[in-house]
C-alpha cells in the first residue's frame, strides 16, 4: 500500500471521509434541481468536491497541504487541541485572540441603551442582542493566532470604551479583559476547551462574562451556546452554534433564554434565533426572534408565550453593511480593531498589533509569517524555560488571579479579576508633561518577563 495516498494510508477515517465527500458532492448535485429550493442557500455539512476545489482557489487549502494535515491529525481525534497542535499559517487571520475578544464591542451602543433603560425585560433585549451580535464576525473560518503570555490589547476610540485584554495564562491558555464607559463595565474571563473530531472540531466556551450597568448597579451573566467549525479539511468550512444561550440578571433573577437553531442539509434553521425574555418566576414577557447574521426582533407576549394583541415586532438590532469580497471576511469594525486608529497615543509595547507574524500575515506574506510565527513560539518556550529555572512565576500586569471558582456548563474556570492598574497607567501618562510623539509602527513587540533573553 502507497504511503503518500491519504486515501489509504489514512485508513478508516480517510475512506469515510473520502466516501462522505462522493456522496455530498452527489447530494449537492441533487438538492440544487429540486423544485422550490431554488432560493435556498444549500449548506453541505460535510462539503464536497466543487467545496473543496473552491476553498483552493480562495488561497486556503492547497491539496497537498489538506493530505499532510489530515495525515498529522488524525492521532487528535477526540482530544482537547486547544494547545497541543502546532498548525499552519495558511489557515490563519492577522489578528490575535485577544482582538477577536474585542469584536463584542462593535454594537456596545446596545448596553448604552441596556443602562438607559427603566425597563427591566427590554433592558435584557437590549444586552442580549448585543451578545448575539458579535456571532456576525464569528463565523469567519479563519483562525486567530494564539496569544504570547503577556500580550496585550488595547482599544480607544470607539463609543467612549477603554478596552484592555491580557494573556494571563499559556497552560491552559487564557485570556483576560476588561471594557469601560460611562454606561457600562464589562469583565472576562476566558478559557477554551475543545474536541477535535477529525474534519470538524466542537469548541466550548468555558469562560465567565460579566456586564454591571453602572445606572442601577445591575449584573448580568452571560453563559453563550457552544460552536462547531465544520469541514476543516475537506470541503469547504463553516461555522454553527447551535445550543442556548442564557442572559441573567443576578440583581433581579430575570434571565433571557434564546436557542439558536442547528443548521440542517439545505441550510434550515441556520441564522435562526428564538426565545424569551422572562421575569424572576420565569413567566415569559417578551418573545425574541432573529437572525445572528441579520437583526434581532423583540414583542411584548403572555404567560403563553403568544404575542400580546396589538403590538409589534420591533427591531432591537441590525448588522452593519460589511466590505464586499474582503480576503478574510473582515467587518468595517475588523479592520478597525487591526489599526492604529483604535489603538491609544502610547501603545504598550506587548500589543497584538505589532507582532511580526500578524503583520506579515496581512500583508500577504506567508513565509514571513510562518517564521515570526515559529520565532515567537521559541521564544515563548525559553522565556517558560528561564522562568522555570529561576523558580520565578509569571505574574499578569492587568488582571490579578482571584480565588474564586466559577462553575460552566463545561467545567470549572479559574477566574481573573481586573485590578484598576491600566487605568492607573493611563493617568499617570496624562498627567506628564512630555509630548514627545511615538512612531507606533517603530514599536518592537514585546510581551517578555526577560528582555535580556535570545531567542534560542
Known sequence: MAQDDPKQSGGF??????????????????????????????????????????????????????????KMMQKYIGSDVTSMVTLPVLIFEPMSML?????????????DM?????????????????????YYAYQRTWKPFNPILGETYEMVNHGGIT???????????????HAENEHFIYDISSKVKTKFLGNSIDIYPLGRTRVTLKRDGV???????????????????WVDSPGEMIMTNLTTGDKAVLYFQPCGWF?????????????????????????????????????????LPGTELKEAWRVADAPKNDKFQYTYFAHKINSFDSAP????????????????????????????????????????????????KFTPKWFDLTNEVAATPW????????????????AAIDSSSSSEEIDIMSIEFNPWQYEDLAAN
Open 163 to 177: 478596552f484592555i485584554a491580557e494573556q494571563v495564562s499559556h497552560h491552559p491558555p487564557m485570556s483576560a479583559g
Open 345 to 392: 497615543k502610547k501603545l504598550l509595547a506587548s500589543d497584538s498589533r505589532l507582532r511580526a507574524d500578524r503583520y506579515a500575515l496581512e500583508q500577504g506574506d506567508l513565509s514571513k509569517a510562518g517564521f515570526e510565527k515559529m520565532s515567537l513560539e521559541e521564544r515563548q518556550r525559553a522565556e517558560k524555560k528561564n522562568r522555570e529555572e529561576k523558580g520565578h
Open 267 to 307: 441550510g434550515a434553521g441556520r441564522y435562526e434565533i428564538d426565545g424569551y425574555v422572562y421575569n424572576a418566576a420565569e413567566e415569559p414577557q417578551i418573545l425574541m426572534t432573529g437572525k445572528w447574521n441579520e437583526s434581532m426582533s423583540y414583542q411584548p407576549c403572555d404567560g403563553e408565550g403568544e404575542p
Open 99 to 111: 482582538q477577536k475578544m474585542a469584536e463584542l464591542m462593535e454594537y456596545s451602543y446596545l448596553l
Open 411 to 426: 467545567g470549572d474556570l479559574e477566574v481573573y479579576q481586573y485590578n484598576g492598574k491600566y487605568a492607573q497607567h493611563w
Open 13 to 70: 477515517f480517510a475512506s469515510i471521509a473520502n466516501s462522505l465527500s462522493n456522496f455530498s458532492s452527489a447530494m449537492t448535485k441533487s438538492v440544487n434541481g429540486l423544485l422550490g429550493y431554488e432560493g435556498l442557500e444549500v449548506v453541505n455539512p460535510e462539503g464536497g468536491t466543487e467545496d473543496a476545489e473552491e476553498e483552493a482557489r480562495r488561497g486556503r487549502w492547497k491539496q497537498e497541504d489538506r493530505d499532510s494535515y489530515w
Open 114 to 134: 441596556a443602562d438607559e433603560c427603566e425597563d427591566p425585560y427590554m433592558r435584557l433585549v437590549y444586552s442580549t442582542s448585543w451578545a448575539i451580535s458579535v
Open 219 to 237: 449584573v448580568l451573566d452571560l453563559v453563550p451556546p457552544p460552536t462547531k467549525v465544520n469541514n476543516l479539511i475537506f470541503g469547504r468550512t
